[in-house]
């Protein structure tokens, strides 16, 4: 039976996740803020943390239920993992209503006392706002729901659980959701080189992917800090899977997993559009530079890659036409300098004529470039409100 599946993203990146699935091949999908739902089986969560550039974890819905208070929350759960329907005295004053199993999942069995937890929630719009109560009243719940089928109750590990739960209460509803993927899934394992404010990795797939670069040219990045965003460019011209450094996933550890049918998985050929894509990168610092060519390296490419140490502005690039790829300093990071805005906007006009052009701008830098842009996309870089700016450069 189909499970319910949640990938979650950046606020901003919802459409292009939703690609990503479509690419994929699956359909029905319903875009939420910050996250794209859809159905499908153990092995299509399993392909979804393998495969999806932009989700930052893919989640599997345990069940549902009203939640309008504390103890609602704790009869809700209890009755999820103990399979009883609870009496309106148990659930709690004003009433829990009855908790929806997710089809395809037997949360009872899943929450064995064997197995540690620990569990996280978010509250929006409803009258539960704290969140750390929340999670205390279903973790309450759980164990006691454990008590009632096996007559004993599993520990909770803060650290190194054996399942991450996350709890959503929206509009005071609750759903109770088991973490597929442990560490979030930008955290490819070629990354161990930073430097100030680096992109995050799922944020710099999600600029290629805006742009629709059809894997010809070369990558050009004249400010590429670690060198993010030639990396991800690289392996989606390459057709490389953005797990393919990562050593680990939660859905390993749980009841079913079947490790060669995942193995086969990890085999099936993606696209590769670029196979001979060459990467240019350039920084003012040469710290940065060093971090680059250490992820670069770490990340299988440091062969396909020139790096060098400059401005900007003094930076020619290969020929084209081909992708450019830019995460100047912004927001904080350069205060108000509209000036150093104006003259990126005038480089890439006259050095890169022909080419696709992507900006991360900072939310209020994107008319000072001085470009009209093909798309525009918020999103939130961080702590900072920016646009995914992608311009045509004819």
């Known amino acids: 039976m189909a499970l319910g599946i949640v990938a979650t993203c950046v606020l901003g990146l919802e459409e292009i996740l939703e690609g990503e699935l479509h690419a994929l091949g699956y359909e029905d999908l319903e875009r939420e803020r910050g996250a794209v739902t859809f159905a499908g089986s153990w092995k299509d969560c399993w392909r979804a943390n393998w495969r ?13 239920w009203d939640g309008p208070d504390g103890p609602a929350l704790a009869a809700g759960a209890r009755e999820l993992v103990s399979g ?9 004053h004003r009433g829990g209503g009855r908790s929806r199993p997710q089809s395809g999942v037997d949360t009872g069995a899943l929450l064995h006392p064997d197995r540690s937890f620990a569990i996280q929630a978010t509250c929006t719009a409803s009258q539960v706002r704290d969140s750390r109560w929340a999670a205390l009243s279903v973790k309450d719940g759980l164990v006691d729901g454990q008590r009632d089928r096996y007559g004993r109750r599993a520990s909770v590990e803060r650290d190194q659980p054996d399942l991450h739960l996350r709890l959503r209460l929206h509009h005071d509803r609750a759903s109770l959701l088991l973490d597929t993927s442990g560490e979030p899934l930008d955290r490819r394992g070629y990354r161990e080189e930073t430097t100030t404010a680096p992109v995050r990795e799922q944020l710099a797939a999600a600029c290629v992917l805006a742009s629709g670069w059809d894997g010809r040219g070369p990558v050009v990045d004249p400010m590429c800090g670690s060198g993010t965003l030639l990396i ?12 393919l450094l990562r050593s680990r996933w939660a859905f390993e550890t749980l009841p079913g997993f079947d490790a060669g049918a995942f193995a086969a998985l990890r085999r099936e050929p993606l696209p590769a559009p670029g196979p001979d894509v060459g990467l ?7 710290e940065a530079i060093q971090a680059a060519r250490a992820n670069l390296g770490r990340a299988h490419l440091l062969n396909r890659a020139v790096l060098t140490s400059g401005d900007a502005a003094g930076f020619e690039p290969p020929p084209g036409p081909g992708l450019v790829v830019v995460n100047p300093p912004h927001g904080a990071r350069i205060g108000t300098d509209a000036e150093r805005w104006r003259e990126l906007g005038d480089l ?18 994107g008319k000072q470039i001085g470009l009209r842009p093909r798309r525009r996309i918020p999103v939130r870089n961080g702590p900072l409100d920016g646009r995914i700016l992608v311009f045509d450069l004819f």
């Open 348 to 365: 890439l006009k006259q050095r890169y004529r022909g080419w696709t052009a992507v900006v991360l701008a900072g939310e209020d830098r």
């Open 280 to 286: 240019f990168g350039n920084d003012l610092s040469a």
């Open 84 to 92: 009883r329907s609870l009496s309106d005295g148990q659930r709690g």
């Open 52 to 64: 999806l550039r932009t989700a930052n974890r893919v989640l599997v819905e345990l069940g549902s």
């Open 232 to 243: 991800e460019a690289a392996w989606i011209a390459l057709g490389w899977a953005p797990g």
